[in-house]
Structure formats: structure tokens, C-alpha cells
């Protein structure tokens, strides 16, 4: 039996461990919690007492609370926690290396979650130690906390990096900085309704959640969206000239990823394609005229939600058409090279996108299609009158498929699947 080895690192002085713990990124540092007491207590907060006369606190009260974190920025450069008691309010405050601060929110009473509304602006001065502040996460903000955190926000002049999660209760959310902000992630705040954004060199935005409103205001440095609506549509209600406008607004993005459901898709993860959500995504791609990579994974493990159902009035850009009309009106892609269809079955309504998107994709280097098995087939569009032979084709390697609507073949040879598509030509 060995000899167990003794915890060396453990039995360090409390200051050394806690500079080893500063050249970890924070969510690292603070998992080291859980290897032992010594690490645990490394994370007992600092509590802060500050019960005042009034509820909810004024706003003169949330300026000595402003100042409390102050000296929370300018304390040591080691991670560690602080919990603020304000009335029936907690806030543990988990501070960063990197000029990094978490804050998360709790009520000491079981309390109904009031609605509320969220406006975020930075003013022309603040504190000067907030100027150190690159990242802010704020979790589970209750209405209690709106105007705290509206006060602190607007201190937060340098601020790069936001991200809000979990908050219960916020309706509507109105975000307007100037030319620092450049990733901001919104996540699982099931009551949003209406999101506003002004950042004029934004360049990352991530939002997961049910579908809400989403007005993009001087974001004209956006490289990549991502809109996991995996909700669904929550309690709000679908209005289709609200999506188009926000897709329209994204047109110019780099990197687009939007659940299924609702174009039905781009950078497309769905459990299965259908006829509808195949046309969807033709339609989509009248307003995406520069696209140069497409793809579309078939995933079962995802969960369906459903299109729901609107009217759509006559003078609208359409999204949602029978598959003649969109196969007349569909634009053609002059930039799009790549196209992968990963977990497809060689079905009907696969097909018939890929012959739309073959006939359409005049500078198309690449279409491959990778099967559940993990088996790579590159694909060509063959002429009718070049009919492959039988000999010559249907073996394991090459494959020959007539189109749906019989006028030409679908050329599939096999490829050994690496995890990364090549660009191989196809075999004369």
C-alpha cells in the first residue's frame, strides 16, 4: 500500500496560497474550494453589515454601498469574497485578479419576485477605482437591487466584458455605454421581453433564453451572435416583423449562430429538417448576401420547439413560403463557398436544399454532408444527360441519388472523416 503523500501546497502560509491563487482565471480559482478545508477557508467572505433605516435603500444609501465596493477594488490582488448585508437584501461580491468582479444577489426572506426594469448607462465620471474594472457578472439581480446596480454600472467607465444570469423578475433590459464595451452576455432571464443595446464597439454578443424583443443600436462592430432561444417564446408573444428587423440588423456579422426553431436556421442545430424549416432557411438567406459558410447539424438529442403561429402581412419581407416560391425568389449567393450538413440522412427535404443551394451558390467550393455513422460524402450536382453508370457508381465509395424532381443526380463520394472537412475536388 503507498504511502499517502502529504499536502505540501495546503500547508503553505495563507498569503503565498493566496498569490498562487491570483494567476488563476477567477471561475478556477474559486473551484479550488472544494480540495480541502484549508482551500475552503481560503473562501469564507468578509461580511459587511450595513442595515439602514429605510427599505428599499435610497439612493444616497446606494452611494456608501458604491463606496464600500470601492474599497473592495482596492483591497489585495488575490481573489476573495465579501458578503454585504443591506436590509433584506445579500450580495456576495467575489472579486477577480484580472480586474474581475461576480456579483451575485439574494433576498434574506422569501419574497414574491416583483417585475422590473433594467437601465444600464455609463455617466462621464466615476469612482477612479472602478477604472480598474475590466469584467462584471451580476447574478440573480432582484427589483430590490435595480438602482444599486444602475449606480453601479454607471461607475464602470473601462468596463470590456458583461454578463448577466439568472435574473428572475427583469423585464426589460437598456444597455448604453461608450467605446469600451466589447462582449456582453445575457443568460437565462426567463421574464425578458425587450432588450436594448448601444455599444458602439461591441464586437461579441451572446444571449440564451426565451425570445425576446431585440433593438441593436450603433453595434456596427459586431463579429459574432449567438441567440440560443431555447425557451421558446416564454410568455411573450411572436411578432415576425420584429425578427426580421433584428435578423436584417445581423446581416453584416461574421460568426451567426440562432436556434432552429425560429429561422428554422443558419449555423443551423435543430433535431431534425423539414420542409418548412428548409424554406425558412432559403428565405433567410436573401437577406444574408454575403455569407461565405453554411452550416447545418441534425441533431436528435435537441429538443423541438414549435414555429408558432402569426400573420404575416403582404408588405413583409417573407421568411416563410411554399418551396416553388422560394426556389423563384431566392437571391443568388455569390459569396457562399462552404456548405456542411453534419447528422443527415439523405432524405427529400435535404435534398431538395441541396439542389436549391447548388444551383444557387455561384462560387461553391465545398458541399459535404457527414452522416450520423460520422461517414464524409462530398456532393456535386450531375447532370441528367451525364447519367453515371451503375457499374461505375453505386459501390461503397460513390454513390449516385436522382434528385426529387428527376432532373439531374446527386453525386456522393465517400471521404475518410477527420473531424475537419477538406476541400477535395471531385474525382474525374
Wanted: charged share 20%; glycine share 4%.
Amino acid at each position: 500500500m503507498e504511502e499517502e503523500r502529504p499536502d505540501l501546497i495546503s500547508s503553505l502560509p495563507f498569503e503565498i496560497i493566496r498569490r498562487i491563487l491570483s494567476f488563476l482565471p477567477l471561475e478556477e480559482a474559486v473551484r479550488t474550494s472544494s480540495l480541502s478545508t484549508v482551500w475552503k477557508n481560503l473562501w469564507t467572505p468578509f461580511q459587511v453589515d450595513m442595515d439602514f433605516d429605510t427599505n428599499p435603500i435610497t439612493s444616497h444609501e446606494n452611494c456608501e454601498v458604491i463606496q464600500v465596493i470601492s474599497t473592495i477594488l482596492r483591497s489585495y490582488d488575490s481573489p476573495e469574497v465579501w458578503k454585504l448585508c443591506l436590509n433584506d437584501l445579500i450580495v456576495l461580491a467575489t472579486k477577480g485578479p484580472e480586474n474581475e468582479i461576480h456579483f451575485e444577489f439574494s433576498k434574506r426572506q422569501k419574497m414574491i419576485t416583483g417585475k422590473f426594469q433594467l437601465k444600464l448607462k455609463q455617466t462621464c465620471q466615476g469612482l477612479a477605482s472602478f477604472s480598474i474594472l475590466k469584467t462584471l457578472h451580476l447574478r440573480s439581480i432582484p427589483h430590490l437591487a435595480k438602482d444599486l446596480v444602475s449606480a453601479l454600472f454607471s461607475n464602470c467607465q473601462l468596463l470590456e466584458s458583461l454578463k448577466l444570469d439568472k435574473c428572475g423578475g427583469l423585464e426589460s433590459l437598456d444597455i448604453e455605454v461608450g467605446n469600451c464595451l466589447q462582449s456582453l452576455m445575457v443568460v437565462d432571464c426567463p421574464d425578458i421581453v425587450h432588450i436594448t443595446i448601444s455599444a458602439p464597439i461591441l464586437k461579441s454578443f451572446w444571449y440564451q433564453g426565451v425570445l425576446p424583443q431585440i433593438e441593436l443600436i450603433n453595434t456596427f462592430n459586431l463579429i459574432n451572435v449567438m441567440l440560443n432561444l431555447k425557451d421558446g417564446l416564454g410568455h411573450n408573444e411572436f411578432d415576425c416583423e420584429e425578427v426580421l428587423l433584428l435578423l436584417a440588423s445581423l446581416k453584416e456579422v461574421e460568426i451567426l449562430t440562432i436556434s432552429g426553431w425560429l429561422l428554422e436556421e443558419l449555423r443551423w442545430i435543430d433535431s431534425l429538417i423539414n420542409s418548412a424549416k428548409r424554406d425558412s432557411l432559403a428565405c433567410f438567406l436573401n437577406i444574408a448576401p454575403f455569407l461565405e459558410r453554411l452550416f447545418i447539424k441534425i441533431d436528435q438529442s435537441q429538443s423541438s420547439v414549435p414555429c408558432p403561429y402569426f400573420h404575416q402581412h403582404w408588405h413583409e419581407p417573407h421568411m416563410w413560403m411554399d418551396f416553388a416560391t422560394v426556389k423563384s425568389n431566392t437571391s443568388q449567393l455569390d459569396h457562399l463557398k462552404i456548405v456542411t450538413f453534419l447528422g443527415f440522412s439523405i432524405k427529400e427535404d435535404q435534398l431538395l436544399l441541396m439542389e436549391l443551394l447548388l444551383k444557387k451558390a455561384i462560387m461553391l467550393n465545398s458541399m459535404s454532408v457527414i452522416l450520423p455513422t460520422n461517414r464524409l460524402w462530398r456532393v456535386v450536382k450531375i447532370p441528367l444527360q451525364d447519367q453515371p453508370k451503375q457499374a461505375s457508381w453505386n459501390h461503397q465509395k460513390q454513390i449516385a441519388v436522382l434528385s426529387p424532381n428527376k432532373d439531374c443526380f446527386f453525386g456522393f463520394t465517400e471521404e475518410i472523416y477527420s473531424g475537419q472537412c477538406s476541400t477535395n475536388a471531385w474525382p474525374s
